[in-house]
């Protein structure tokens, strides 16, 4: 994968995470409003689905290259962490839990793809660097 690539799959994660705050938060806001059909329309269990799976499968893209190219283990752990919170803010039967949760989740998962992306940056500019002095 091109480092151009790398990089916009890092971007593409963090719009995905964004996307799922939003989502998330819409609920409320939309049963305090009283707007319960929109509200059905949001709250299809595939629609999570999609977001969920999504998450995981730009995360795991994103992540795996990372690693390879910073080795910091920190940003792997920081998505793990941040999935984990995501997957079981759906499983609770609270919803305001729910939804903090969630939120907490996509949270962690946009930093830690924000932070991937600078590190990434900043490898290919150092390997950059090094090619240009020799």
Same mark, same amino acid.
């Given at each position: 994968m091109t480092k151009k690539k790398t990089l916009i799959i890092d971007k593409v994660g963090m719009c995905t995470s964004v996307i799922c705050i939003l989502h998330c938060l819409a609920?409320?806001?939309l049963l305090i409003l009283g707007l319960d059909s929109l509200l059905?329309?949001?709250d299809q269990e595939w629609?999570?689905?999609t977001i969920i799976l999504l998450a995981l499968? #730009?995360?795991?893209?994103?992540?795996?290259?990372g690693f390879i190219r910073h080795r910091q283990h920190f940003v792997p752990v920081l998505f793990i962490a941040g999935f984990l919170l995501l997957v079981n803010g759906e499983s609770v039967e609270n919803a305001w839990l729910?939804?903090?949760l969630s939120v907490a989740g996509a949270m962690v #998962?946009?930093?830690a793809h924000y932070h991937n992306f600078l590190?990434?940056?900043e490898q290919s500019t150092t390997y950059r660097t090094v090619l240009?002095?020799?």
């Open positions: 609920m409320p806001v059905l329309i949001l629609v999570e689905l499968t #730009i995360g795991v893209s994103a992540f795996g290259s729910k939804v903090g #998962i946009a930093y590190l990434k940056k240009n002095k020799k």
